[in-house]
C-alpha cells in the first residue's frame, strides 16, 4: 500500500511541476508584457528595401482576389514591393482575375500541397531581386504602413520581424475566443518576450524576414510547421526576431469548431514534434553558448494551450477541494499537493490572461462568447487526442471573407 501511495504522489507532483512551470512562464512575460513600448528608428531612413511579398494560397478563391488587391495599397513606393500569389490549386477564373492585376502570379502543383513548398518553388523561380520577403495568408489584409513600418525595424538592424497579426473578423463565438487568444499570444510570446530580452515568437504570416535568410532557411524547411522550424533556426543562429506591434495584419479567425479542432490539432503536434527533436540540443546550446533565448524557444513549444491549462487548474482545484473538504482521510491521503497550492496556480494563470488581454475585449459580446470556453476546453482535450500524424500532413483551413475590408485600426488599442 505504501508504495502505491508513494507512486501515486510522485505522479501528481510531476503534474504538479509541470504545471508550475507552465504557469511561472505565461505569468512572468505577461507581467513583462505590461511594460511593452514600440521602439521605432529616427526620423532620418537610410534605406528603403525591397520587399517580396508572397501570399501562398491552397485553394483560395473565395479570397485572394480581394487580399491581393488590399496588398497593393501599401504607402511604400510601387518600385519597391512586389505582391506574389503563389497559386496552389486555384480556378482558372481566379487565375484570370489575378492576372489581371498588378502583381505576380506564380502557379504550383503539388502531390502533396505544403506551404513550405509554395514558399521554396516560388522563390526559386522569382530570383533574388529583393532584400525582404513578407509572408502573409490568403486571408491576410495589411494596414497601409506596415511595409514602412518592417522597413524601420530593419534599419534597426533586425533581420526577421513580427508583425501584429490581429482578428479581421469578430461575428462569432468562436470568432472573438479565437482573436482573444491570438492577443494573448502577442502579449505573452511577442510584447514580454521583446521586454526581457528574448525574440519574438514567429506566426506564420505578418512577417518579414532578410530575404536571403528566408531563402536559404526555408530550403532546409519541408514540414507544416514551417513558421516554428524557421523561428528555431535563426534563433539557434544567434539571430534575435523584433516585434511590430504597430505594423496591423488582419486575419480572419475561425468560425466553427470543427475547424478550431482542426487548427489546434496541427499546432499541437508540431510543436510537441519540435520539443522533442530540439530539446537535447538546446539544452546543449544553453550550457555551451550561452544561448537562452534558443532554449527558451523550445520550452515554449511545451507550453500547453493557455485554455487547456485554465481549464486543467480549474477542474483540478475543484476536485482537490471536494476531496479535502467531504472526503474522508482514508481517501484524501492519495492527494498533494493541497487546496492552497492550486489554488495558487489557478490564480497566477488567471492573473497572466488578464494582463494579456486588450481593453477591447473587455464588453459584452466577449462575455457571452466566454459562455463557449468549456466547450472550447472539450474541444482542445479532442484536439490533444487526435494529434498522432497532424504534424505530417497539410491540413487546411478554409476561408470566407471574400469582400472583407480591414475594420478600423487597431492602433493604440
Given at each position: 500500500m505504501e508504495i502505491i501511495l508513494l507512486l501515486i504522489h510522485l505522479i501528481e507532483y510531476v503534474l504538479f511541476a509541470y504545471l508550475v512551470l507552465a504557469t511561472a512562464y505565461i505569468?512572468?512575460?505577461?507581467?513583462?508584457?505590461?511594460?511593452?513600448?514600440?521602439v521605432r528608428a529616427g526620423s532620418t531612413i537610410s534605406k528603403l528595401r525591397k520587399f517580396a511579398v508572397l501570399i501562398p494560397g491552397y485553394k483560395e478563391d473565395a479570397v485572394i482576389v480581394n487580399v491581393a488587391k488590399q496588398a497593393l495599397k501599401q504607402n511604400y513606393p510601387k518600385d519597391l514591393y512586389e505582391v506574389i500569389v503563389i497559386a496552389d490549386h486555384f480556378s482558372k477564373e481566379t487565375i484570370a482575375q489575378l492576372n489581371s492585376l498588378p502583381i505576380r502570379v506564380i502557379e504550383v502543383v503539388f502531390e502533396v500541397s505544403k506551404k513550405?513548398?509554395?514558399?521554396?518553388?516560388?522563390?526559386?523561380?522569382?530570383?533574388?531581386?529583393?532584400?525582404?520577403?513578407?509572408?502573409?495568408?490568403?486571408d491576410n489584409i495589411m494596414e497601409p504602413d506596415v511595409l514602412s513600418i518592417i522597413n524601420s525595424a530593419f534599419e534597426r538592424g533586425f533581420l526577421a520581424v513580427q508583425g501584429h497579426r490581429t482578428a479581421l473578423n469578430l461575428n462569432a463565438s468562436f470568432a472573438i475566443l479565437d482573436g482573444m487568444s491570438e492577443e494573448i499570444n502577442n502579449h505573452i510570446f511577442r510584447k514580454g518576450h521583446r521586454v526581457l530580452g528574448m525574440s519574438s515568437a514567429l506566426i506564420g504570416s505578418g512577417m518579414g524576414l532578410d530575404y536571403q535568410l528566408f531563402k536559404t532557411t526555408m530550403a532546409t524547411v519541408d514540414s507544416v510547421g514551417e513558421d516554428k522550424e524557421v523561428e528555431l533556426k535563426i534563433i539557434r543562429r544567434g539571430i534575435k526576431i523584433e516585434y511590430a506591434d504597430d505594423?496591423?495584419?488582419?486575419?480572419?479567425?475561425?468560425?466553427?469548431?470543427?475547424?478550431?479542432?482542426?487548427?489546434?490539432?496541427?499546432?499541437?503536434?508540431?510543436?510537441?514534434?519540435?520539443?522533442?527533436?530540439?530539446?537535447?540540443?538546446?539544452?546543449?546550446?544553453?550550457?555551451?553558448?550561452?544561448?537562452?533565448?534558443?532554449?527558451?524557444?523550445?520550452?515554449?513549444?511545451?507550453?500547453?494551450?493557455?485554455?487547456?491549462?485554465?481549464?486543467?487548474?480549474?477542474?483540478?482545484?475543484?476536485?482537490?477541494?471536494?476531496?479535502?473538504?467531504?472526503?474522508?482521510?482514508?481517501?484524501?491521503?492519495?492527494?498533494?499537493?493541497?487546496?492552497?497550492?492550486?489554488?495558487?496556480?489557478?490564480?497566477?494563470?488567471?492573473?497572466?490572461?488578464?494582463?494579456?488581454?486588450?481593453?477591447?475585449?473587455?464588453?459584452?459580446?466577449?462575455?457571452?462568447?466566454?459562455?463557449?470556453?468549456?466547450?472550447?476546453?472539450?474541444?482542445?482535450?479532442?484536439?490533444?487526442?487526435?494529434?498522432?500524424?497532424?504534424?505530417?500532413?497539410?491540413?487546411?483551413?478554409?476561408?470566407?471573407?471574400?469582400?472583407?475590408?480591414?475594420?478600423?485600426?487597431?492602433?493604440?488599442?
Amino acid at each position: 500500500m505504501e508504495i502505491i501511495l508513494l507512486l501515486i504522489h510522485l505522479i501528481e507532483y510531476v503534474l504538479f511541476a509541470y504545471l508550475v512551470l507552465a504557469t511561472a512562464y505565461i505569468f512572468i512575460y505577461a507581467t513583462a508584457g505590461l511594460f511593452y513600448k514600440q521602439v521605432r528608428a529616427g526620423s532620418t531612413i537610410s534605406k528603403l528595401r525591397k520587399f517580396a511579398v508572397l501570399i501562398p494560397g491552397y485553394k483560395e478563391d473565395a479570397v485572394i482576389v480581394n487580399v491581393a488587391k488590399q496588398a497593393l495599397k501599401q504607402n511604400y513606393p510601387k518600385d519597391l514591393y512586389e505582391v506574389i500569389v503563389i497559386a496552389d490549386h486555384f480556378s482558372k477564373e481566379t487565375i484570370a482575375q489575378l492576372n489581371s492585376l498588378p502583381i505576380r502570379v506564380i502557379e504550383v502543383v503539388f502531390e502533396v500541397s505544403k506551404k513550405s513548398k509554395a514558399l521554396n518553388k516560388c522563390m526559386d523561380v522569382i530570383g533574388d531581386n529583393y532584400d525582404i520577403a513578407f509572408i502573409l495568408d490568403a486571408d491576410n489584409i495589411m494596414e497601409p504602413d506596415v511595409l514602412s513600418i518592417i522597413n524601420s525595424a530593419f534599419e534597426r538592424g533586425f533581420l526577421a520581424v513580427q508583425g501584429h497579426r490581429t482578428a479581421l473578423n469578430l461575428n462569432a463565438s468562436f470568432a472573438i475566443l479565437d482573436g482573444m487568444s491570438e492577443e494573448i499570444n502577442n502579449h505573452i510570446f511577442r510584447k514580454g518576450h521583446r521586454v526581457l530580452g528574448m525574440s519574438s515568437a514567429l506566426i506564420g504570416s505578418g512577417m518579414g524576414l532578410d530575404y536571403q535568410l528566408f531563402k536559404t532557411t526555408m530550403a532546409t524547411v519541408d514540414s507544416v510547421g514551417e513558421d516554428k522550424e524557421v523561428e528555431l533556426k535563426i534563433i539557434r543562429r544567434g539571430i534575435k526576431i523584433e516585434y511590430a506591434d504597430d505594423a496591423i495584419i488582419y486575419d480572419e479567425k475561425t468560425q466553427k469548431s470543427d475547424v478550431f479542432v482542426n487548427q489546434r490539432r496541427r499546432w499541437i503536434a508540431a510543436q510537441l514534434d519540435y520539443f522533442k527533436s530540439h530539446f537535447f540540443d538546446g539544452l546543449s546550446q544553453l550550457l555551451t553558448k550561452g544561448n537562452l533565448d534558443y532554449f527558451d524557444k523550445v520550452l515554449q513549444m511545451i507550453q500547453p494551450p493557455r485554455i487547456l491549462l485554465t481549464g486543467v487548474l480549474f477542474i483540478v482545484t475543484v476536485f482537490i477541494a471536494a476531496v479535502q473538504w467531504l472526503a474522508p482521510a482514508s481517501v484524501s491521503q492519495f492527494f498533494v499537493p493541497g487546496i492552497f497550492a492550486w489554488l495558487l496556480l489557478l490564480a497566477f494563470t488567471v492573473l497572466a490572461l488578464l494582463f494579456s488581454i486588450p481593453k477591447k475585449f473587455y464588453n459584452q459580446r466577449t462575455y457571452r462568447a466566454l459562455l463557449r470556453v468549456p466547450q472550447g476546453f472539450i474541444l482542445m482535450v479532442i484536439s490533444l487526442l487526435k494529434i498522432k500524424g497532424a504534424s505530417k500532413k497539410f491540413l487546411h483551413t478554409s476561408h470566407g471573407h471574400a469582400d472583407s475590408s480591414p475594420p478600423s485600426s487597431n492602433k493604440g488599442q
